[in-house]
Structures are given as structure tokens and as C-alpha cells.
């Protein structure tokens, strides 16, 4: 059509209204998820950094001293031990769960009877509230009653139960086991979903041309769920290096400090203690690997894409 | 007994009461005690006694924190006579139940932002945390304290604020700690009853061990149950934290060591694991029979009562050995009722605090609880209750036989942290479990104590 312009130029195209520029919209439908992330997730973080740099005391205000916390860290030997302990805890438990969840994912996506049951059983650890199933295993691993205990001894297999909790080794592979009892469906339940979207006539060419199980693996499966793997792998590494309740509830940060990680000994010095400023400091100490995670993963992710 | 013979039997005169308490103070080494603790308590007199009076806000609600009661009778009985209260005032309370761990958290985070409940029911050194957050209850506690018989002196030190006569909470009452044991065990171990010696305390426990009967202390991070009993083994060898001046470091010290080698001698006598234990386990391991001889309050004996008749029978309670110190030196969990100053019915939260601790209410409060609770004023030392069970009377004794956290020095954020971060608990653990020498173990408890107390 034609327009029509006594003037012989192009029709001036009609105003466009606020709400239909380009961005504003968006930018409106994101903003109530922005104050959300903005007051409760910016604000504290931002004032956490703060609290870690002044002498802050419950109930009174502090003043700025600089370094002065995180110096006094790194002369304590309880943080030592507590950073010892978190990493220690992070790692193990990580490439356990990745191992054992991929196993299952592997095996939990062939096709069998009864398939759906399984996979509901198996994801039952990752929906039980950590804290009941936490205080289960504070029974299963009790220095007295373990059933554990009580089944070896029963069996004539140890004349005296084991003492889970109360050595500082013991303490550790027990928080440990049960991290990774606890975080195994979300590998598994993740890295199902992605093995499903791998093209089977991939796998078929390769049984073609004569590939063993470990050389598809290898070729096919691999390769091709990294990326999902790599983003699994950062949130439970996320997830593990800032837990708090699987390890409060079980020993406290016991025995003599052994199971201490970055939450609980933050949470001990700051709100038990009284000395937030301090507390903030030892919290802070989590942000960078969480950081340093996220970049590699992003990083991964790019030169994949 | 004749009231005459009756008050005479309760009369302690001025100058005896200062020698006792002059001799017991100056082995404990506390430097404040008030007048009023020193008051001549008398019941005709005490009946004359005015109560402060309070003019109350028109229509008050009262919203008031405590712990969850360890005995079931304990919340019935509060929320009665805090019904009591609210018919007498046509005020209003509301009272919110928080385990007890968590009444603290969350008491230091209402004092942090200066907002949240009037009342707190909190433990040790809270009100030290934050006491400008906190309302002047001198009135108060001067008042009760005249009326029945003064507060028990480390009452003072948690309630004042520390160097001043000025009391920032009301002790309400001490979950106490007792040794709980098997009477038919130590009577195999070849003893009538356990010896009220330390000495004698180890002795009649490795014979228990030799016999198939261990005993269990919590060397765990267990809050109640490992702080108390390793501050009165550390207080009774003469070892201590810090000095009175809040300063200096009193920790690495003959005393200390001394304590740690006996510490390590009573836990050759322990059953496997109280590396390991919080505070429900010794409950549990006793209750199993699996035990002879922990520390503990009023719950076992609650517990049995019903649930376990036979250790029930065979149970029997005393308080803390003493040591080579020569007086009573323990810990015991000590709840203290505070006001903030954010509240808007300060009136009304004085009143109602006043109105729970007079004889009707506190009186019954307190007989109901089976010794789980034990008194902070003195005249509720003679309640008939106390006599219901030689299992529950040692316990009327716990707050008369304390020191305070941190002792020798003072309440407050130090403290605190020292307790929170279970500084002494870890060092008998270094010591019994992680097979440190005792110089180690107490140098590396200085270096801690050295950073709180700076």
C-alpha cells in the first residue's frame, strides 16, 4: 500500500509507547526478581564483606580495623584446620558423588522393568529434608547404638562397636559418606537427563564399526555430557564447600574442631560466639573458591558452545 | 520444730554469714558482693517489704522468649501462672518456645537490630553481649532480693553489670548439674556411696571400669554437658581461664596440668566414644545401662521414673566432688530473664517478671519441675519440694556451689566466645583423646584464650 504523504515522503512511523520499547519491557518483568536478588542475596553479601573488616560485636556496633580479622586467621590454627577440612570435604565427597551418580545414570538409563520405581527410590536422598536424614545417620553412626555397630558384633565380626564420631579421622569419613549418600541423586537424576538427549544412532554406528562399551563411553558419552557434567559438578562443588546443617547436626564441628568447615566454625564464632565481624571474615573465605568454581565452569562451557 | 527453733535453725548471723562467705569468696575470688545478699532474711520482715511499683501500659502485650521446658511440667506451670498474670493485669503475654540453644541465637539477633521480643529467658553470659541493649531492672532485683532472703553471689555476677550495682537480667533459675550414679555398682566397686573427694571420685571410678561399669563424660562439643563438667574438673584442681582482671591469661598453669593428668586418669575409667558425644548421649548411655557414673541435670531421674523403674531404683544423685582446691568450684547452665530497651511495655515486662518470681508462682514453678530447676534466690532453698526425693535435693545446691563462666574474670563477649568455642572441652579432649601432652594442650588453649580476651 501506498502511503499517502501530500508532502511526498514516507509515513512518520507511529509513537511507540513505553512499554513497547525495546528492553523496557524486559527490564520490568525481571525487576521484581531483581529486588528479591538485590535485597536478599546483594545486600547481605555486600554487608558481610563489611562486617569482615570491622570489630563488630553482637549487639554493638564496631568500627573499622582493615585486615585485622583476616590476619588473625591466618595465625589461628583452628582456621587452618577448618580450611583443611573443608576443602577435604569438598573434594572427597564431590568426585565420589560424580562417580557413583554417573554409574547410576548410566545404569538407571538402560531400559528395564520397574525402571520408574528405581529412579523414584533413588532420588528419595536428595528429597528427604537434610536434617532428618542427617539425624538418622547421627543414630547410625552413635558410638553405642549404631545399628552398624550392632550387625558386626552380632555377627561376631567386632567384639566392641565402632567409634564413628569420636575420632577426628573416623568423624571426617562418616561426615563424608554421608554427604555423599546425601548428594548422589542430584548427579544421577542430572546426568540421566542428559544422557537421554545423546542421539542413539550414535551409539548404533559405533556398534558398527566394533566399539567396546569403555570406547563409546569414552568417544560418545563423554564427550558429549561435559558440559552438563561441568555445570552438576559446580553446584554441588558449591553446594558441599558451604554446608552448614549435615555437619552442625552430627558433631558440631567435632571432635576437637576434626569436622569444622567454613560454615559451621562461621557460624560458631559469629552467632554462638558473639563476634559477627569475625565470623563474616571466615564466611568470606568461601566466596572466592565459589568463584574461581563458577569462572572455570563458564569458561568450560564457552569454548564448548 | 518450734518457730522459734525454726527461725533460729535459719538465722545465720551477720558476722558468721561474712566469715563463711569471706572464706568462700576469697577461694573463688569474687570481688563483688552487695549488701543485699547479706541481708538477714526474716519472713515477717520480708512480708513488709514493698514491691516496686509499676504503672502499666494501657492494654500491654508482652511477647516474651524462653527455652523449651526439659520437663514437661515446667512450660504447663509457666503458661498458668503467666495466665495468672494476665487475669490479675488484663495485660497480654505471648510467650514463643525456642530449644534453648536457639533462644540465644536469636536473642543476639533481636539485640542486634534493636527489634523482636520484650522479654528473652536466655543463658550465661547473653546479657553480658549486649548490655546497652538492656533495661535497668535494679528495682527489681533489689526488691526480690530483700524479700526472700538475697540472690546466691554468682547470681550477682550474672545478673550485674560487671564493676557496677547496676543488675542488666534476673537470674531465674539454673538447669543444674549433678553426678547421676548406680548405686549397686559402686556398692560392687566396694564403696557405700561415691566419694565426695576427687581423689577418692577417681579411685572408686577405675574400680567401677574394672568391674565391667564404666563411667561417661561428654568430651564432645556437647554445649551443656562438656562445658560443665570440665570447668568444675579445671576449677577444682585451681586451674582457671583468666584472671580477675580480665586480662591476663591464667590457663597454662601447674594447676592446669594438674587437672589435665587427673582428666586423663578419669577418662581411662570412660566408655569408648564420649569423643564423640553431645549432650543427649551420657542421658542415653545411662538410661542403657551402659554407664555407671555421668554428670548430668535432672533428666535422667526424670526419665526414669516412668520409662526405666529399674534404673530408677538403683539411681542415685550427689553433687560435684571437690577437688584439691577445697570448695566447691562447678558450672551449672544458669537461665537469666532480660528486658530490652527496644520494648514498648517496660512497665508491664518488670511487672510481669516480678509477678513470676513471687513465692505463688515461682514457688510452684519451680516445685514441679523435680530439681530440674534450681533456685537463684535463697529463700527458695526450703521449698518442701526439694524433699520429695533424695534424687532432686543435691540439686537445690547447684547455684549455691557455682562459679560463673569465665571465672576469674569477668562476663561478657570473651567469655563467651571462649564457652561458644568449647576452648577448655577441647583441651581435656586434646589431652584424654588426641593423646596431647598436657603442656600442649594448655599452650594451645592460652593461644585461643589470648585472642577472645586481647
Sequence with gaps: MRSGNAGGGALKAPPVGLLQRKGVLGFLFTLPADIILLLLLAYPFVLGIWLSFTNTIIGRSGSFVGLENYIDLFHSDVFWLTAFNTVLYTVVAVFFKLILGFGLAIVLNKDFKGKGLIRAIVLLPWIVPTALSTIAFWWIFDSNFSCISWLLMHLGLMSHPIDFLGSPVNARISVIIVNIWRGIPFFTIGLMAGLQTINQTLYEAADIDGATPWVKFKSITLPLIMPLLAVITTFSIIWTFADFQLIWIMTRGGPDNATHIFGTFSFQRAIAGGHLGEGAAISAFIFPVLFISVVITSKFLKREA | ?454
Design chain 2, 1 to 454: 520444730m518450734s518457730e522459734r527453733k525454726k527461725k533460729e535453725g535459719k538465722k545465720v548471723s551477720r558476722r558468721d554469714f561474712i566469715k563463711k562467705s569471706a572464706a568462700g569468696l576469697a577461694g573463688a575470688g569474687l570481688a563483688t558482693l552487695s549488701m543485699d545478699s547479706l541481708f538477714q532474711w526474716n519472713p515477717a520482715l520480708a512480708a513488709e517489704v514493698k514491691a516496686p511499683t509499676f504503672k502499666l501500659e494501657k492494654n500491654p502485650v508482652v511477647k516474651v522468649l524462653r527455652w523449651s521446658g526439659f520437663v514437661k511440667s515446667d512450660e504447663q506451670i509457666w503458661n498458668a501462672n503467666t495466665k495468672k498474670w494476665e487475669k490479675e493485669t488484663g495485660g497480654k503475654v505471648v510467650t514463643e518456645y525456642l530449644s534453648w540453644e536457639d533462644v540465644r541465637s536469636k536473642a543476639a539477633m533481636e539485640a542486634s537490630v534493636g527489634a523482636g521480643h520484650d522479654i528473652v529467658l536466655g543463658w550465661y553470659d547473653d546479657p553480658h553481649l549486649y548490655p546497652d541493649k538492656l533495661l535497668d531492672v535494679s528495682d527489681v532485683a533489689t526488691y526480690l532480693g530483700k524479700k526472700y532472703g538475697g540472690w546466691y553471689p554468682v547470681c550477682e555476677m550474672y545478673g550485674k553489670l560487671y564493676g557496677t550495682d547496676k543488675w542488666i537480667a534476673l537470674p531465674i533459675g539454673s538447669a543444674g548439674i549433678c553426678i547421676n550414679y548406680r548405686v549397686s555398682w559402686v556398692k560392687e566397686a566396694g564403696y557405700e556411696k561415691l566419694p565426695s573427694d576427687i581423689e577418692g571420685f577417681i579411685k572408686c571410678c577405675k574400680k567401677l571400669k574394672a568391674k565391667g561399669h564404666p563411667t561417661g563424660f561428654a568430651l564432645g562439643h556437647a554445649v551443656g554437658d562438656g562445658n560443665t563438667w570440665t570447668h568444675w574438673w579445671l576449677w577444682s584442681f585451681g586451674g582457671k581461664a583468666v584472671e580477675k582482671d580480665g586480662k591476663t591469661i591464667a590457663i597454662n598453669s601447674k594447676e592446669t596440668l594438674q587437672a589435665l593428668d587427673a582428666a586423663k586418669e578419669l577418662y581411662e575409667t570412660m566408655i569408648p566414644g564420649v569423643a564423640s558425644w553431645l549432650d543427649p548421649h551420657n542421658n542415653k548411655a545411662f538410661l542403657s545401662g551402659q554407664i555407671s557414673v555421668t554428670s548430668n541435670g535432672n533428666s535422667i531421674f526424670y526419665a526414669s521414673r516412668k520409662k526405666f523403674p529399674e534404673i530408677n531404683k538403683d539411681l542415685m544423685t550427689m553433687n560435684f566432688p571437690v577437688g584439691p582446691v577445697g570448695h566447691p568450684a562447678e558450672l551449672s547452665m544458669i537461665s537469666q530473664a532480660f528486658i530490652f530497651k527496644h520494648t514498648p511495655v517496660p512497665n508491664a515486662a518488670k511487672h510481669y517478671l516480678t509477678f513470676m518470681f513471687e513465692k505463688a508462682q515461682y514457688g510452684k514453678w519451680e516445685s514441679e519441675t523435680w530439681g530440674y530447676i534450681t533456685q537463684t534466690l535463697k529463700d527458695y532453698y526450703n521449698l518442701p519440694a526439694w524433699k520429695k526425693d533424695p534424687r532432686i535435693t543435691p540439686y537445690r545446691d547447684c547455684v549455691k556451689r557455682m562459679l560463673w563462666n569465665g571465672y576469674a574474670g569477668p562476663l561478657g563477649p570473651a567469655s563467651a566466645a571462649a564457652m561458644s568455642e568449647y576452648v577448655i572441652v577441647d583441651m581435656f579432649a586434646d589431652v584424654c583423646v588426641g593423646g596431647k601432652s598436657p603442656k600442649a594442650a594448655a599452650a594451645a588453649a592460652e593461644r585461643k584464650l589470648k585472642k577472645f580476651y586481647r
